[in-house]
């Protein structure tokens, strides 16, 4: 079997692999959902995750232990990952064949030789690895895991999750049980079709310039014991071998260690046996690590170290938070949850109502694209049963927690049911509140017991264009003196007839003139024609008690004021932080 051949057969199974765990991480109990699929194994073979949730926090979470086998393959072989194992690399490199396949070869050769620009993604590296550095804390800082914004596998991860996966479900795929949305997809659909679509230009124009994760494997491999190298004999010179190198390592001249990605097109193309794969050097010379600057180093690593402390003086992961920025079930206190979340979209995926997503600007620029609640999204709000997200979870930025510490039970009834948030009542808009129309709605939908919304009933006269006055009785109707009342309006049994002495009778049935009461009225009760009488609306109006509710956000996701919700909930009260708890 040729060497590119069996390259090949990798990254397909890696590609389908990877599509495969992003679709079964579905909450459900098909075969192709959540039914113990290492769904995250892809992700924990990263080792910038790793490394940076280590500076971050000191501490590394159990399953990124997986990112040692990935370090100790490139200390061994080079940077097989990249062309063996990655999918996103691997689309890459498709696309790029789709580009320049038609090309004559000096076409090809300008379009894969070796830019100095090829260094930008080791700056990068090194940005974003001084941003997890866990500074003292009169610094105002934790360490700022930021990695996941660049590094291909969260990357992949979100663009698949939050683009292709809902694309799929609407051309009637079935992978959810309904059409599903996401805020800001515009954004990450975009950066995902540039970053590949960049290799019509440049052959796996990502891989070279920017991913922070080529770049420390590029690092490492240079200690790998197995290379690309070339004879001391046999080479013409026909530079066959760099037309299709994805990484622009020159493998015919004193060949960069550090950009091959172990394509091996080179050995493929090679007609002359002059490209080898072995343990001894090229004869042509090596260059064993990227070509860096002192300048560059200094500033991308100051840089680095003050991006978190810059980040944190908007105040808005301390005293300037936003409330309406509310985070899933589980999650870390926010600057802990910022040390350690990578954005790829796993929670959000995972989520069976929908109602996590992507975050923009609402907790500041560390925030973009971290997990938040919208609960005016989806099939209903956070289902107060579900623990799903915290043990999806790959670096535990939302932590897995229990059925039991969720409802409070067992153990935890003393600290009692998990809070994310409050509700509150928006007067202003809300329908028995400020415009006289029944609902109840949020109050039958509150799913904690004893329910958090109660209500209290109120009598509120109702305007009509004329005053009401009695013209006469028949038979339990009372007869109106004027043709004012709206035909079958107040039938609903909430409308209520106020008759004089204060007596008032729930009205059955109505018609312009006449008013159907609740019972015929006796003939000392009727009252004399021309005595006033009212319509009154009986209101139920709600109030949220917060000691019970835990903000699941269910009540703002029924409640049919469909513009700004008349109910809302706030991250007030969440259990996640003391500073957020509420002064009552």
Same mark, same amino acid.
């Not at 320049?100 to 700056?123: D, G, I, T, W």
């Not at 440049?202 to 070339?230: D, E, K, M, Q, T």
């Not at 802990?336 to 109602?355: E, S, Y």
């Given at each position: ?26 909450? =459900? ?6 039914? *113990? ?27 990124? /232990? ?14 097989? /990952? ?44 090194? /940005? ?79 891989? !070279? ?37 994805? =990484? ?29 794969? !072995? ?71 995972? #989520? ?25 999204? *989806? ?9 799903? #997200? ?81 013209? *006469? ?27 004089? =002495? =204060? ?82």
């Amino acid at each position: 079997m040729r060497i590119v051949t069996a390259r090949r057969a990798s990254q397909v199974f890696f590609v389908v692999a990877f599509l495969w765990f992003c679709t079964a991480a579905t909450l =459900g109990e098909r075969p192709w959902q959540l039914r *113990g699929w290492p769904v995250n194994w892809l992700l924990e073979l990263d080792p910038l995750v790793g490394i940076a949730t280590l500076l971050s926090t000191r501490t590394l979470y159990a399953g990124l /232990f997986w990112g040692l086998a990935t370090v100790a393959l490139t200390l061994l072989l080079g940077r097989v /990952f990249c062309g063996w194992i990655c999918p996103f690399g691997a689309m890459h490199q498709f696309i790029g064949w789709l580009g320049r396949r038609s090309r004559k070869l000096p076409a090809q050769l300008e379009m894969n030789r070796f830019r100095p620009a090829q260094a930008v993604k080791y700056y990068v590296l090194i /940005f974003f690895l001084a941003a997890c550095v866990l500074l003292p804390r009169e610094w105002m800082s934790s360490g700022s895991l930021q990695i996941g914004l660049l590094d291909p596998l969260p990357l992949a991860h979100r663009s698949v999750n939050l683009i292709l996966l809902p694309l799929a479900d609407r051309a009637g795929l079935g992978l959810a049980p309904l059409p599903r949305f996401y805020e800001g997809a515009g954004l990450i659909g975009g950066v995902f079709l540039c970053a590949l679509f960049l290799n019509l230009w440049i052959p796996r124009f990502y891989c !070279r310039f920017i991913c922070p994760l080529g770049a420390l494997l590029g690092v490492l491999s240079r200690w790998a014991l197995w290379r690309v190298a070339r004879t001391e004999e046999g080479c013409t010179d026909c530079r066959r071998c760099e037309r299709s190198c994805e =990484g622009a390592c020159a493998p015919t001249a004193k060949i960069r260690i550090s950009e091959c990605v172990m394509c091996l097109n080179c050995l493929d193309e090679c007609r002359h046996d002059a490209i080898t794969y !072995r343990t001894q050097p090229s004869a042509a010379g090596e260059a064993l690590l990227p070509d860096l600057s002192r300048r560059g180093f200094v500033v991308s690593a100051v840089s680095g170290l003050l991006a978190a402390p810059v980040l944190r003086l908007d105040g808005t992961s301390g005293p300037n938070w936003y409330a309406g920025l509310i985070r899933p079930p589980g999650a870390l206190a926010e600057e802990d949850f910022l040390a350690r979340c990578i954005k790829c979209g796993q929670c959000m995926r995972v #989520c069976p109502t929908n109602v996590i997503h992507p975050a923009g600007l609402e907790g500041g620029i560390e925030g973009v694209w971290t997990p938040k609640l919208n609960f005016r999204v *989806g099939t209903s709000g956070c289902q107060h049963t579900c623990i799903a #997200c915290g043990h999806l979870c790959p670096t535990a930025a939302i932590r897995p927690v229990s059925l039991d510490e969720r409802l409070g039970r067992s153990g935890f009834a003393g600290r009692g049911p998990l809070r994310i948030g409050t509700a509150f009542v928006d007067r202003g808009r809300c329908l028995p509140w400020a415009m006289d129309k029944p609902c109840i709605v949020c109050q039958e939908n509150c799913p904690v017991s004893p329910k958090a919304i109660f209500t209290r009933e109120v009598f509120n006269p109702v305007r009509t264009s004329v005053a009401l006055t009695v013209k *006469g009785t028949d038979r339990g109707r009372l007869l109106l003196a004027a043709d004012a009342l709206e035909g079958g309006r107040f039938g609903t049994g909430d409308y209520h007839a106020l008759l004089p =002495g =204060g007596r008032r009778l729930r009205i059955a049935a109505h018609t312009a003139a006449e008013l159907e009461l609740e019972r015929p009225l006796a003939a000392a009760e009727a009252p004399p024609p021309g005595s006033p009488v009212s319509v009154q609306v009986r209101l139920q109006q709600p109030y949220v008690d917060p000691k019970l509710c835990i903000g699941c956000g269910v009540c703002e996701h029924e409640c049919p004021v469909l513009g700004r919700r008349a109910i809302r909930v706030t991250a007030e009260n969440e259990s996640r932080s003391e500073r957020h708890r509420m002064v009552l």
